[in-house]
């Protein structure tokens, strides 16, 4: 016999299984669910699925704001674009010591719910992941890879003054000339700057640094990366080349 008829075959024999032992079955072929309501009429139906390929390649975006985020599934079809909210959440502040942090954890919590929601819908396949969030906020990774603190918020005042403190080591036009980002207090460098003129120990022993959807992708793979979109609000990105510029960072202490 064919591979085709083999896997009609195959379905047949799993399909009279589920029937007499009324239970569900799910595979990375097939899935089948019986219903007994209508026992006496039409005593048990399949829903088969993926068998013929037509399960639905989504991808899987997370929106986070600063003030809550959400997961969506999105599909092309010969309709257009589909979406669909699988979950939203509150982002909630902390405030500890008079400084504000963003609960890296628990955003990474409602991400897993998210994915746990989509795997549980029987026609979705994910294709791709992609993280979006507000720029410019970062988290030091340490040697052994863990997170080493929780992050500031670019809310925190800890920024305050960083950038006229900056500017006494480089001009504010020169500084604008190598970014073209406009100038605010919160940006990564002038973060970085703070941090260090503060002593911060997680930026001493750190290993590396990922801004937050990079560091949401690194707890979610394992995979350290720089997207260079998120990369473009930090106030250290040479635009032309597209690559970190090292005198800033170094003059910011790093």
Same mark, same amino acid.
């Given at each position: 016999p064919t591979r085709r008829s083999s896997d009609l075959y195959y379905l047949l024999s799993v399909c009279i299984y589920s029937i007499l032992c009324g239970k569900n079955i799910r595979n990375n072929i097939f899935s089948i669910k019986t219903n007994t309501e209508y026992r006496g009429v039409i005593p048990y139906f399949c829903i088969? !699925?993926? #068998? @013929?390929?037509?399960? !639905?390649?989504? @991808? @899987?975006a997370v929106d986070l704001g600063a003030t809550s985020g959400?997961?969506? #599934?999105g599909a092309f079809t010969p309709q257009g674009l589909e979406l669909q909210d699988v979950n939203r959440f509150p982002n909630h502040l902390i405030e500890v010591g008079g400084h504000y942090y963003w609960d890296i954890y628990e955003l990474y919590?409602?991400? #897993?719910?998210?994915? !746990?929601?989509?795997?549980r819908m029987d026609d979705v396949q994910i294709t791709s992941i992609g993280i979006d969030t507000w720029g410019v906020d970062f988290v030091c990774v340490g040697k052994e890879g863990g997170l080493l603190r929780q992050p500031y918020s670019y809310r925190d005042p800890h920024t305050m003054g960083a950038p006229e403190a900056f500017f006494a080591r480089v001009p504010r036009k020169q500084v604008y000339g190598w970014t073209g980002i406009q100038i605010m207090n919160f940006n990564s460098l002038f973060q970085l700057r703070a941090a260090r003129g503060e002593g911060m120990s997680a930026l001493e022993n750190a290993a590396s640094v990922l801004f937050m959807p990079d560091a949401l992708s690194y707890l979610l793979t394992g995979e350290k990366v720089c997207e260079y979109t998120i990369l473009s609000t930090s106030q250290f990105m040479e635009p032309r080349t597209r690559e970190i510029d090292g005198a800033l960072l170094r003059e910011a202490g790093v």
């Open positions: 088969v !699925k993926n #068998l @013929f390929n037509i399960m !639905k390649h989504c @991808f @899987f959400r997961t969506i #599934l919590r409602h991400i #897993l719910e998210g994915l !746990k929601l989509a795997a």
